[in-house]
């Protein structure tokens, strides 16, 4: 069965999928009390969680490849409908202030638009041609990196946006919570974390939008590192924007250097523009700023390989 074939058939019986199942266990689900589905909420979660796991060699292989995109200037955008396309909007949104990063660079594209984001919009998810048109509007390249988001594995609008990313010659990475997803043939890391039947059979939003929610965070976080955002777990593109920020800032510079004041690191900030990073080498490397930053160039933002440079 060819790609075509195969990812047209979107109308099976979503019953046999692993996330539409039901539990005979949980017949009695709506006699428990409180404290009994608290628990056996939280018991789902580690399910979730070991689903993710269960699928961590082939998630970093999809984190290596979008990090070379977004390396080289790409950017990376999340597809999806309902709760699959607010988290990817949430983790996009997430990313700029957390790691300094432009809004272009991580985009949230959900079925639709942003309507959808507090507001049910019927049918969006069913249009294929609207998840290719999203993509066409912001320019999409082979440059660019698209990571469609389904519980089901078959969503048209998602469908429409992985057929879209492969004709141009973009990198496609899907993330599914059921194995055999219609997605996987159009990706070209196709991630299948199967979390199997939700307490509320059903209501993906739960096990399955908890293990989405998982995966998105490792793809930005771990695809930052690897770009040279992060240094010694800090978030060294971090923008001070507001006074817990700054005093962040004060902070990062301190347990990243040997500065041991306040009053020291936010001089050497001042003395950076504000820049953390700038901060770190002018202190670690004994420089100042424009050679710091000139350093920072050369070894394209990453603080590690420039104080490396530095004494080499």
């Known amino acids: 069965m060819d790609v075509t074939q195969r990812t047209d058939q979107t109308d099976e019986n979503l019953g046999e999928l692993g996330t539409e199942s039901r539990d005979p266990a949980l017949r009695d689900l709506d006699a428990m009390d409180s404290l009994a589905i608290v628990n056996l909420l939280a018991d789902t979660n580690e399910q979730a969680v070991a689903a993710v796991r269960a699928e961590a060699v082939r998630i970093a292989a999809a984190i ?11 950017r990376l955008f999340y597809v999806g ?3 699959s396309g607010r988290l990817g909007v949430l983790d996009a949104s997430e990313c700029p202030p957390t790691f300094g990063v432009s809004s272009e660079m ?41 990571m469609a988001i389904a519980a089901s594995g078959r969503t048209p609008y998602c469908l429409g946006a992985l057929r879209e990313a492969r004709s141009v010659g973009a990198l496609t990475v899907s993330l599914s919570c059921n194995k055999g997803a219609a997605l996987s043939p159009l990706a070209d890391h196709p991630l299948e974390v199967a979390t199997g039947a939700e307490v509320i059979a059903g209501s993906t939003r ?11 965070n490792m793809m930005t976080t771990t695809a930052m590192i690897r770009i040279g955002k992060v240094y010694q777990g800090q978030m060294v593109d971090m923008v ?25 690191a ?3 900030l001042r003395k950076a523009g504000g820049s953390i990073k700038a901060a770190i080498v002018m202190t670690g490397a004994g420089v100042a700023h424009e050679v710091a930053e000139a350093m920072l160039d050369g070894a394209r933002g990453n603080v590690r390989d420039a104080l490396a440079g530095s004494t080499a």
């Open 64 to 74: 290596e490849a979008v990090s070379a995109r977004l390396g080289a200037g790409g």
């Open 81 to 83: 409908a309902g709760t």
């Open 240 to 264: 001070a924007s507001n006074e817990k920020l700054r005093a962040r800032a004060c902070r990062i510079v301190m347990q990243t250097t040997d500065l041991t004041s306040e009053v020291e």
């Open 206 to 216: 739960m096990k399955a939008g908890t293990a989405q929610k998982i995966v998105l």
């Open 106 to 146: 991580i985009q949230g594209v959900i079925a639709g638009g942003e309507r959808a984001l507090v507001n049910s919009v019927e049918g969006a998810e069913d249009d294929a041609q609207q998840g290719a048109e999203a993509l066409r509007a912001r320019g999409l390249t082979a440059g660019d990196a698209v």
């Open 266 to 268: 936010e001089g050497m």
